[in-house]
């Protein structure tokens, strides 16, 4: 399945978060915090062996709530009453290995596909680079591998697909991410 291109946002606002002296960034790598648990895939378990800190790690930073523009929600077709909104920072030699969204940030950690199955429809998250790409920064599923977008471009992760990122580059790479309900939903 691919990435689907939803259009371009003015991302200026949020061009602030991506200094990452300022703000509370919170260090992840899923291989540790989420892969290993007994309620993801048995997958995602096994390649809990390859990634560690030394090779899957970003960085998260959470966007508050009332500095979200209700017209980008809009565009992203998201609930405004029930968003999470986060800058996802990757340092070049990072990677994040091929996973399933269970939207632990908006939903609550330690959900299975199974616990979620019923709303998973109804949860949307749309990918939103703060910066153009350059060469070596990858977002892929098994079937579609985006390599080039420009700041701005708005893309929807499919839900219950294996994806993951690169960031092989020379250059850490910023996006926002997006997840919520769809409005269609409200």
């Not at 290995?97 to 709303?119: Q, T, V």
Request: hydrophobic letters at 30%.
């Amino acid at each position: 399945m691919n990435f689907k291109y939803i259009g371009k946002t003015d991302i200026s606002r949020y061009l602030k978060y991506t200094d990452t002296s300022k703000g509370v960034w919170e260090k992840r790598c899923s291989a540790r915090d989420e892969w290993n648990k007994p309620h993801r895939t048995v997958y995602e378990q096994n390649l809990y062996r390859h990634y560690n800190e030394n090779n899957s790690v970003y960085y998260t930073l959470d966007i508050p709530r009332n500095e979200v523009e209700p017209t980008l929600l809009k565009e992203a077709d998201l609930n405004t009453c029930s968003f999470k909104a986060n800058i996802i920072s990757s340092y070049p030699g990072n990677m994040e290995g091929m996973h399933i969204d269970l939207y632990g940030s908006f939903l609550g950690r330690n959900k299975s596909l199974a616990d979620i199955e019923d709303k998973i429809y109804t949860i949307k998250r749309v990918w939103i680079p703060l910066q153009d790409s350059v060469m070596g920064q990858l977002f892929f599923t098994p079937d579609n591998t985006l390599q080039s977008w420009r700041a701005g471009d708005m893309f929807e992760v499919p839900n219950k697909v294996f994806h993951g990122f690169a960031n092989v580059s020379d250059r850490q790479r910023f996006t926002l991410l997006l997840t919520g309900y769809r409005r269609t939903f409200e």
